[in-house]
């Protein structure tokens, strides 16, 4: 124990390579008195690969359990245990468990504090090619379509470059979506295994990435996409882009392709072009 109270820690763990694992993270798995780990199994197969011997309590702390073990832990803080927690992968409560435990033990007045690790967020956007000056962590996209659609809609004029994690059987529908919301030709790079063996980074626009997807991707996914650039930041006018729809109508197109052809001509999101027209209606 640590004394008059413990301490917990946020232990960020290699995201692919163990040897990127820092002998600070050693030494506090070493000596935790509780190790609260997300997939116990996984972490038992870190401590073998870093060769290290684990001689505190390890715990399960992941999605299902996390309301009900957080009392637990805050209360083994209070009396004086250093509490180390661990997710698979990155750092804790950073698209992964952690946040519930951080803010009850914040608000019992007790310390927290962390050893920082490796990041797939600041990896992907550091090799991504695209700007790193301003970015924005938007973590999972909703797997409903319709909310997907809408987080995209408010995401399309996001002037920053934008991080996403995804599941990879997932990946070639979200990359359709981003392309349909910010436009086929949005900059983007899918990085794939970060520091494993099969480490990929793919780079191109978001309706190539998207073709390319949808032959299958495995491993672990971070997307990153760039944001709206300065000269794109102004939309047209409403009233003009359904005035181009009306012509592309009147020219033989179906809506739903005018639409789309609006759109990639004046690099807008396909649903503002709709919203446009639909207001156009309505006027």
Same mark, same amino acid.
């Given at each position: 124990?640590?004394?008059?109270?413990?301490?917990?820690?946020?232990?960020?763990?290699?995201?692919?390579? @163990?040897?990127? =694992?820092?002998?600070?993270?050693?030494?506090?798995?070493?000596?935790?008195?509780?190790?609260?780990?997300?997939?116990?199994?996984?972490?038992?197969?870190?401590?073998? %690969?870093? $060769?290290?011997?684990?001689?505190?309590?390890?715990?399960?702390?992941? $999605? &299902?359990?996390?309301?009900?073990?957080? %009392?637990?832990?805050?209360?083994?803080?209070?009396?004086?245990?250093?509490?180390?927690?661990?997710?698979?992968?990155?750092?804790?409560?950073?698209?992964?468990?952690?946040?519930?435990?951080?803010?009850?033990?914040?608000?019992?007045?007790?310390?927290?504090?962390?050893? @920082?690790? @490796?990041? %797939?967020?600041?990896?992907?956007?550091?090799?991504?090619?695209?700007?790193?000056?301003?970015?924005?962590?938007?973590?999972?996209?909703?797997?409903? =379509?319709?909310?997907?659609?809408?987080?995209?809609?408010? +995401?399309?004029?996001?002037?920053?470059?934008?991080?996403?994690?995804?599941? @990879?059987?997932?990946?070639?529908?979200? +990359?359709?979506?981003?392309?349909?919301?910010?436009?086929?030709?949005?900059?983007?790079?899918?990085?794939?295994?970060?520091?494993?063996?099969?480490?990929?980074?793919?780079?191109?626009?978001?309706?190539?990435?998207?073709?390319?997807?949808?032959?299958?991707?495995?491993?672990?996914?971070?997307?990153?996409?760039?944001?709206?650039?300065?000269?794109?930041?102004?939309?047209? $006018?409403?009233?003009?882009?359904? $005035?181009?729809?009306?012509?592309?109508?009147? %020219?033989?197109?179906?809506?739903?392709?005018?639409?789309?052809?609006? &759109?990639?001509?004046?690099?807008?999101?396909?649903?503002?072009?709709?919203?446009?027209?639909?207001?156009?209606?309505?006027?």
């Amino acid at each position: 124990m640590t004394g008059q109270h413990g301490v917990l820690v946020l232990a960020g763990t290699p995201i692919g390579d @163990p040897a990127d =694992a820092s002998p600070r993270l050693v030494r506090v798995l070493e000596t935790a008195d509780v190790v609260a780990a997300e997939d116990t199994r996984r972490f038992r197969r870190l401590a073998a %690969a870093l $060769d290290i011997h684990v001689a505190g309590r390890v715990v399960s702390y992941y $999605d &299902a359990n996390e309301q009900s073990r957080t %009392a637990e832990l805050v209360e083994a803080v209070r009396g004086g245990a250093r509490v180390v927690l661990v997710t698979d992968a990155g750092m804790p409560s950073v698209s992964d468990p952690g946040y519930r435990l951080v803010a009850a033990v914040a608000e019992a007045g007790l310390p927290v504090t962390a050893v @920082p690790g @490796p990041s %797939a967020v600041l990896a992907a956007l550091a090799v991504s090619g695209l700007a790193v000056d301003r970015f924005c962590f938007e973590g999972f996209l909703p797997r409903r =379509a319709g909310e997907r659609a809408t987080r995209l809609h408010e +995401l399309a004029g996001e002037p920053r470059t934008m991080v996403f994690f995804e599941a @990879p059987h997932r990946l070639a529908v979200a +990359l359709a979506a981003l392309a349909e919301a910010f436009g086929p030709d949005r900059p983007a790079a899918v990085c794939r295994e970060l520091t494993k063996t099969y480490e990929e980074v793919r780079r191109g626009g978001l309706g190539e990435l998207a073709e390319w997807a949808a032959a299958g991707v495995r491993g672990e996914v971070t997307v990153v996409v760039a944001g709206l650039s300065a000269g794109a930041a102004t939309s047209p $006018d409403p009233a003009e882009l359904a $005035d181009l729809v009306s012509g592309e109508e009147a %020219a033989g197109r179906p809506r739903k392709e005018a639409i789309a052809a609006v &759109a990639a001509a004046a690099r807008v999101p396909k649903r503002v072009v709709y919203d446009a027209v639909v207001a156009a209606k309505r006027g």
